[in-house]
C-alpha cells in the first residue's frame, strides 16, 4: 500500500461525533471523512436554532408567538411556513390522523408538561373542537400563520424527521458520505454506508421493556431513514391504564390501534417521522392499505400481542432479536 493511499484511507475513515441535547432528546451524531468535524458543527447548530424557532414551550420559539397571538396573523420564518404547510398536506392524506394542532389536547393530557392527568371526557369533547389543522391560515407570500383562536399548533410530530433531512443535506455540503444521526432513537439518518463499505445495523427498540436497554430488531440498511413511534416514549399510568403520548385526533384519547410500535424505513425523514405517527394512530389495516396506495416506504409493525408484520421491501432487512426472535412474523406483499 502506498504512503498516499493509506493517507486517504485515514482521512475517510476519521470519526467525528457529537451530542446536542435538544427537541426534547438526546441526539447524537456521528460523521467520517476528513470535514467530519465540521460537518457536525453545522448541524448541531442548525439543530439548535430549529428547536428554538420551532419548540412548542419555549416562549420565543416562532410556534409559541403563534399560538399566544391565536385569532391574529404572526410573521414567521420560511422554515416554519414550510413545516406547516408540508404537515398539514401530509395530515389530510392520513384522513387526520396526523393532526399537528392536537397541541391543546396533549397539554391537557399533561403530556408536554409531565404533570399528568387523565381529563374528563367533557373537557375532552370542548377541546377537540379546536383540533383541525384545515383551521390553520397559511399565507405564504405574507410569511404568516393565523391559527384560530383556542386552536394550537405543535410540530412535535414531524421535527425530528425533518432536522434529520436538513443534517442530511448540510453532511453532503461538507462532501461527507458516510454518517450515523441518531435523534432520539425515534429518528435515525444513516447516510451512506459504514467507511468500511458495510451496511448499518440500527435496532428498534423493544416496545414492552420500559428500561429501553432491549431491542425487538435489527434492521441492516445503507442510505435510508428509519422513524419509529412508539407507546413507551412518553406515558403514565392510572389505575392500570396506560396513557401515552401518541393521540388519536378523532377521539382525543392515546392512540390504541393494536400497534404499539411503528418502525417506518423512508428516503427522507420528515416523510417517515409524519407515517410512524399517523401509521402508530390508524393500526395495522389502514397503514397497509395506505402504504399499498402510496408506497414509497417499508414498514415493521408490532402489535399488542407481539406480532410482527414486515413489508415485503423490509423483509430482507429485519432480523428480530431477544424476545422476538421467536415471536410471530409476518410479512405483507404489495399485491394483495
Ligand atoms: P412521534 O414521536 O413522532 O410519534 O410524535 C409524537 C409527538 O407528536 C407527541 O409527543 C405530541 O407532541 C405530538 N402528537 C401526538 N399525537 C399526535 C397526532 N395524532 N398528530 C400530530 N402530533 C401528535
Ligand atoms: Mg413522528
Given at each position: 500500500m502506498s504512503v498516499s493511499s493509506e493517507a486517504e484511507e485515514t482521512a475517510e475513515t476519521l470519526e467525528a461525533t457529537a451530542e446536542v441535547f435538544a427537541m426534547d432528546t438526546y441526539i447524537s451524531l456521528k460523521a467520517y471523512g476528513s470535514r467530519g468535524e465540521e460537518a457536525l458543527d453545522a448541524v448541531s447548530t442548525m439543530i439548535s436554532d430549529l428547536d428554538a424557532r420551532l419548540s412548542v414551550t419555549d416562549t420565543s420559539s416562532e410556534i409559541y408567538a403563534i399560538n399566544a397571538a391565536a385569532g391574529t396573523p404572526v410573521t414567521v420564518s420560511d422554515t416554519t411556513i414550510s413545516l406547516i404547510q408540508r404537515s398539514v398536506e401530509f395530515g389530510s392524506t392520513v384522513s387526520g390522523a396526523l393532526d399537528i394542532t392536537i397541541y391543546p389536547i396533549s397539554r391537557t393530557w399533561g403530556f408536554t408538561t409531565g404533570v399528568y392527568q387523565v381529563p374528563t371526557a367533557e373537557s375532552i369533547v370542548?377541546?377537540?373542537?379546536?383540533?383541525?389543522?384545515?383551521?390553520?391560515?397559511?399565507?405564504?407570500?405574507?410569511?404568516?400563520v393565523l391559527v384560530p383562536e383556542n386552536t394550537e399548533v405543535d410540530l412535535g410530530a414531524v421535527v425530528k424527521g425533518y432536522a434529520g433531512d436538513q443534517a442530511v443535506e448540510i453532511l453532503k455540503e461538507y462532501g461527507v458520505t458516510s454518517a450515523l444521526l441518531n435523534l432520539g432513537g425515534s429518528t435515525i439518518r444513516a447516510l451512506g454506508a459504514k467507511p468500511d463499505g458495510s451496511s448499518w445495523r440500527i435496532a428498534i427498540q423493544d416496545p414492552n421493556d420500559e428500561s429501553g436497554a432491549t431491542y425487538a430488531g435489527v434492521l441492516t440498511v445503507t442510505d435510508c431513514a428509519i422513524d419509529t413511534s412508539g407507546g413507551y416514549e412518553r406515558y403514565f399510568e392510572e389505575d392500570g391504564v396506560t396513557y401515552w403520548h401518541i393521540i388519536d385526533p378523532s377521539t382525543g384519547y392515546p392512540a390504541k390501534s393494536g400497534l404499539i410500535s411503528v418502525t417506518i424505513l423512508s428516503?427522507?425523514?420528515f416523510s417517515g417521522d409524519c407515517l410512524s405517527t399517523a401509521c402508530f394512530v390508524m393500526g395495522l389495516e389502514d397503514t397497509i392499505s395506505y402504504w399499498r396506495t402510496y408506497g414509497d416506504f417499508e414498514f415493521v409493525l408490532i402489535t399488542e400481542e407481539n406480532v410482527i408484520y414486515v413489508s415485503e421491501g423490509a423483509e430482507e432487512l429485519f432480523t428480530p432479536v431477544n424476545d422476538f426472535e421467536n415471536a410471530e412474523l409476518i410479512v405483507v406483499p404489495y399485491e394483495e
Open positions: 370542548e377541546l377537540l373542537q379546536y383540533v383541525n389543522d384545515d383551521a390553520v391560515v397559511v399565507d405564504a407570500e405574507a410569511s404568516t428516503a427522507d425523514s
